[in-house]
């Protein structure tokens, strides 16, 4: 039921968002009512509300401060134990049956329900009390607006943000945010929802605080609704169970003893490359909530569970030098650079990003300085301190790559370096990476030693010149000239050269959301390129009359294409602002015509005007994970590409909302697989896959 709730409600808001930004009607007024009415129905009929049901759409608010609320009862951090004292969890569990999750990275907020309408949302704070954020929890991911439940219901859970959305928004912001976990926290607690709304926030409830836990659930498996001692859960699992059976998004679980604990740690650890989201640890509960509930609690802790911690396995070095790294913004990024340690599961670490000036001066880092570095989340290496003892760095005056001179920008408390010539080497070479990476025009195999020859031997200076590059090294003597003398270069021969000729021949079919991606247009993003394909029904031809607006020959006025832009959900004013200021700068400097064209009209090969009404959504409330190596598909990206294009979701990992694993070694004795028969989670190969679903 819930599933045929959540297809219903997406496809009413984008039935609803389509007719209100461009006059289009996906639907026609007959089918759109009855669909409405049968999505009343199924809400009726389950009490839950799904967030963003157009049935009761929630407006976004605003609030001059965030006000201070108490907990209703104090949200206390938990007890840990260090990874390499992690054998000490055996005695921790004894004989009891324990629950294992995921100690999610982002911020612990507490959610009221009062007669399954959601009254409160307060951040963890100081545990006593925290920050009132009611109006942007109303637009996280995974909070139902409304649930079947009537009582008073309190749950703690940790809203965050996935690595993708991290680095989407990071990039827009010219890189100023350390990590997820803080730009999570600023996002959370901003005061104007309808802009934290346009960034996604994921809540996952770990823990049911009220109803408190006493008894189990009847033979229905529901909560009897005769009497307050009726409503009470006894056991974790079973709570969290409840919890996700109201509509919440719950972390994934997994039931543990004192015999296979450190085997499931040892299993969940491997799985932490494949996750979409940070996690710094995992918590291990006592299933019987009565008996880790009775344990009580000091005033810094709980004692029903306990936290393993990764990050704290800190390894002391010595930073060396300082590197500064050009980004296709042209943001200079420091880097760490250290002695040879070793971290995680036996990675060789010698550098660190330190994201920005501000980050850098905080961490005190000085040239021969002792730092204490690790793996952020086992993945990322990172500086977690330093003893602020060396020779102070002085900030480079000019691009280290172009010798243009560079600049400090200071916002919002935090300082950034900057080159300022668009025309820095470093800067092109990222615009091309972006441009034929995997989300814009893909070109297999391509890197940025390539494109550095290519760039140097003057073969290329823009994406038109890639597509030319076959018939003008045929045909053309000083490209032949220049070919040869780039070919007799170590890493290039006659069989790569004709390789990077196949791939860039066979990256010519796109799509609109591709080519827009491989514009480089100042903040314009994975989502952003999503959101205006659909805008113009994935149609190279609107886009191509949507800049045909903003030759300023004919009468272009700004306003007007920002005021076009901001209509569409999701766009606000300064996205719009570039855009429209791109498309002008295009048309003036006459690159559209010269460069861009050319590569619509005679080099690229786009799909007809896409028909909405017939799009093909037939793996609409699916969920896969796609895992180990693939043979009808070039590779995963492109088999995660057919699902998503479905209406299909591919995971990153196994969990009880997984309806699917794809795995062509169906004996494997991997994590993933061993995981999908703990929790019966059907595991088909890539040919199955096809045979079922189509290709």
């Not at 050319?598 to 896409?610: A, N, R």
Request: aromatic share 8%; hydrophobic share 35%; with cysteine.
């Amino acid at each position: 039921m819930q599933n045929r709730q959540e297809i219903l409600t997406k496809e009413l808001n984008e039935a609803n968002i389509a007719y209100r930004n461009s006059g289009i009607s996906l639907m026609s007024d007959r089918e759109y009512d009855e669909k409405l009415e049968e999505l009343k129905k199924l809400e009726a009929e389950s009490g839950i509300k799904l967030a963003g049901s157009p049935t009761d759409l929630v407006g976004a608010e605003a609030v001059d401060f965030l006000e201070k609320a108490k907990h209703e009862s104090p949200a206390l951090s938990l007890d840990k134990v260090k990874y390499k004292d992690k054998e000490d969890l055996i005695k921790w569990l004894g004989d009891k049956q324990g629950i294992i999750s995921w100690k999610n990275d982002g911020l612990t907020v507490v959610l009221t329900f009062d007669n399954g309408t959601l009254t409160s949302a307060v951040t963890r704070g100081n545990g006593e009390e925290g920050n009132i954020i009611t109006h942007n929890a109303r637009f996280f991911k995974g909070i139902p607006q409304t649930i079947p439940f009537k009582g008073h219901l309190v749950l703690r859970g940790e809203a965050m943000m996935t690595y993708a959305e991290f680095e989407r928004i990071n990039v827009e912001a010219g890189g100023i945010y350390e990590n997820p976990r803080n730009l999570a926290s600023a996002t959370i607690q901003m005061l104007d929802a309808n802009e934290s709304r346009k960034r996604e926030i994921i809540f996952r409830a770990f823990e049911l605080v009220s109803p408190a836990p006493t008894v189990s659930l009847d033979e229905k498996g529901d909560i009897e609704a005769t009497g307050m001692d009726a409503h009470r859960i006894k056991f974790m699992m079973d709570r969290l169970d409840w919890l996700q059976k109201l509509g919440f998004s719950v972390v994934d679980r997994e039931m543990i003893n004192a015999d296979n604990i450190l085997d499931t740690i040892e299993k969940w650890k491997k799985d932490i490359p494949n996750l979409t989201f940070p996690t710094d640890g995992l918590v291990i509960s006592y299933n019987d909530m009565v008996y880790g509930m009775s344990l009580g609690n000091t005033g810094h802790h709980f004692r029903h569970s306990i936290a393993l911690k990764w990050s704290d396995e800190t390894v002391t070095t010595t930073i060396r030098d300082i590197e500064f790294s050009v980004g296709k913004t042209g943001i200079i990024t420091p880097v760490a650079v250290f002695d040879e340690v070793r971290l995680g599961l036996g990675s060789n670490v010698t550098r660190a990003s330190l994201h920005n000036l501000s980050i850098m001066e905080r961490l005190g880092v000085k040239k021969g300085c002792k730092a204490e570095v690790y793996l952020a989340n086992l993945i990322i290496p990172a500086v977690a301190e330093t003893d602020g003892h060396g020779e102070d760095f002085v900030y480079p005056d000019k691009c280290p790559v172009c010798g243009q001179p560079t600049r400090i920008y200071e916002e919002n408390g935090v300082k950034t370096l900057h080159c300022e010539n668009k025309d820095c080497a470093a800067q092109q070479i990222g615009k091309f990476m972006n441009t034929f990476g995997k989300d814009g025009l893909f070109v297999k195999g391509l890197g940025e030693s390539q494109i550095q020859d290519l760039l140097n031997y003057e073969l290329v200076s823009n994406a038109l010149d890639f597509y030319t590059l076959r018939k003008r090294t045929e045909e053309d003597a000083e490209a032949q000239h220049s070919l040869a003398h780039m070919l007799s270069n170590d890493g290039w021969g006659p069989k790569k050269w004709n390789n990077l000729l196949d791939a860039i021949d066979a990256s010519r079919e796109t799509t609109l959301q591709k080519f827009l991606y491989s514009l480089n247009i100042p903040l314009l993003g994975n989502d952003l390129s999503k959101k205006l394909s659909k805008y113009w029904n994935g149609y190279i031809g609107n886009f191509v009359s949507f800049i045909g607006r903003a030759d300023t020959v004919n009468g272009y006025k700004k306003e007007i294409l920002v005021e076009e832009l901001t209509a569409i959900d999701g766009i606000g004013e300064e996205k719009a602002t570039n855009i429209a200021n791109w498309a002008a700068e295009m048309i003036e400097t006459g690159k559209w015509k010269d460069e861009i064209e050319p590569l619509i009209y005679t080099e690229l090969i786009f799909p007809e005007k896409e028909d909405v009404k017939s799009a093909d959504n037939t793996l609409e409330g699916l969920t896969f994970v796609i895992t180990g190596a693939v043979h009808n598909y070039k590779n995963r990206d492109e088999f995660k590409a057919s699902v998503e294009a479905r209406g299909g979701k591919v995971a990153g990992s196994i969990s009880a909302k997984s309806n699917y694993l794809v795995n062509n070694d169906l004996e494997s004795t991997s994590g993933k697989n061993k995981k999908a028969k703990e929790l019966n989670v059907p595991i088909i190969s890539e040919d199955e896959f096809i045979q079922k679903f189509g290709r």
